[in-house]
């Protein structure tokens, strides 16, 4: 049974730090793809970044290019999303996304993720 567990959210002041992670059970990440998405309130969900277990490319998307850092460890099933100088404009709910893949995760949509994780609330306010 696959299963994606997010955690690291809260409420933090503009510029400062999270890390959000996604651990995965019933699967091993070389063989997915892993992205992390958000849904701010009233706006769409939209993909912040991906990693491709495959072959350990990534892809940002440029709001949060500079500030935000994928990184996955294999041995502990985790994806880390490593956001600093965090803004008003990142607040939302973060989820991780799961797809068996070895091609590039910045080529996929988010239809092309079948597997999701409940959602961990980022809130940055003054």
């Known amino acids: 049974h696959l299963q994606l567990v997010e955690s690291g959210g809260g409420l933090v002041q503009p510029g400062g730090t999270l890390r959000l992670s996604c651990t995965a059970s019933g699967f091993t990440l070389d063989s997915y793809a892993i992205a992390w998405f958000r849904q701010a309130p009233g706006k769409e969900r939209e993909r912040v970044s991906c990693i491709s277990g495959f072959s350990g490319r990534t892809d940002l998307v440029d709001s949060v290019k500079g500030r935000v850092t994928i990184s996955a460890d294999n041995t502990k099933k985790t994806v880390y999303l490593q956001m600093r100088s965090l803004q008003l404009e990142d607040t939302g709910v973060y989820y991780c996304?799961?797809?068996?893949?070895?091609?590039?995760?910045?080529?996929?949509?988010?239809?092309?993720?079948?597997?999701w994780g409940q959602g961990t609330q980022v809130t940055v306010s003054s």
């Open positions: 996304a799961a797809t068996k893949t070895t091609d590039f995760c910045g080529w996929l949509r988010q239809f092309d993720y079948y597997d």
